[in-house]
């Protein structure tokens, strides 16, 4: 039976201010899902966190009830039935990333939806799981982004300019060359990346939210098997607060720009495999 740790933390919302987490993770004997919930920065409306959380319950227990199931079956029927016990519309919905790692005694499977990775590590090296739709979008000039590299900061300037990148992006939001994310849309379930190892050549796994993996792919602080030794030494949680430590360190976003000063944090090491 491999060991399952789990460091979480909250971060902060677009003006700063502090709030609930929008990742969730679900921990099985079999299986591990990481999701993070997408910002919503319109009045009133159901956040991804919310979002995130009742997907999360309903995978846990499609997972639980069909333990050899197709991955990208699983997700496709859990966002299905999400979407009709809560009326969620396509393309009018909250959203979420997926990772899925799910072990058996001769596979280990994995699944990833948006940008929320899964890292295996053995014998044979180090394999990244990744989805990049969303970092090879059109990008537009004079961004959120360019206001903060150019002493911008964060405040009612930098709000208006992450809705206006937002609307923008929401244009590609599961369509044909665009990204895909679970949401209302059981396609999007298709368009996941997917990996299968052989058991004994996976030794370990980690799953990141965007607000760990930016340590790796963002900011370079290290790389997957430096994080994946740091966490076995001192914990994942060490890792999140080293990425945290690096932020606290550019709080105007101008060395690293990003959504927000921190972004929640989820990092799952499983060990032992």
Not at 72 to 84: E, K, M, N, S, T
Not at 136 to 156: A, F, I, K, N, W
């Amino acid at each position: 039976m491999p060991e399952v740790r789990v460091a979480e933390q909250a971060g902060v919302g677009v003006t700063g201010a502090t709030r609930p987490s929008e990742d969730h993770v679900v921990v099985l004997d079999h299986a591990v899902v990481v999701l993070d919930g997408a910002t919503n920065l319109t009045p009133g409306a159901r956040s991804g966190g919310w979002y995130a959380g009742v997907l999360a319950d309903e995978l846990a227990r499609r997972l639980g009830a069909a333990p050899g199931a197709d991955l990208a079956d699983v997700l496709a029927g859990a966002i299905r039935a999400v979407a009709a016990a809560e009326g969620l519309v396509p393309g009018a919905s909250p959203s979420s990333t997926v990772a899925v790692a799910r072990w058996t005694d001769e596979r280990v499977d994995a699944l990833v939806l948006a940008d929320s990775p899964v890292v295996a590590f053995g014998p044979g090296g180090v394999r990244v799981l990744a989805d990049d739709h969303l970092r090879r979008l059109p990008r537009s000039r004079h961004t959120y982004r360019d206001r903060l590299r150019t002493g911008g900061g964060y405040g009612d300037a930098h709000l208006e300019a992450l809705r206006a990148g937002m609307t923008r992006t929401s244009r590609y939001r599961n369509t044909p060359g665009g990204f895909w994310v679970a949401e209302a849309d059981p396609g999007a379930a298709r368009h996941a990346s997917r990996a299968s190892w052989a058991r004994d050549e996976v030794d370990a796994l980690l799953l990141a939210t965007d607000g760990v993996s930016c340590g790796v792919d963002d900011y370079g602080l290290f790389d997957w098997p430096q994080a994946l030794d740091l966490a076995r030494r001192e914990g994942p949680a060490a890792v999140l607060a080293a990425v945290r430590q690096a932020e606290a360190d550019d709080p105007d976003g101008a060395r690293w720009p990003r959504a927000k000063r921190h972004d929640d944090q989820a990092l799952v090491l499983v060990d032992g495999l």
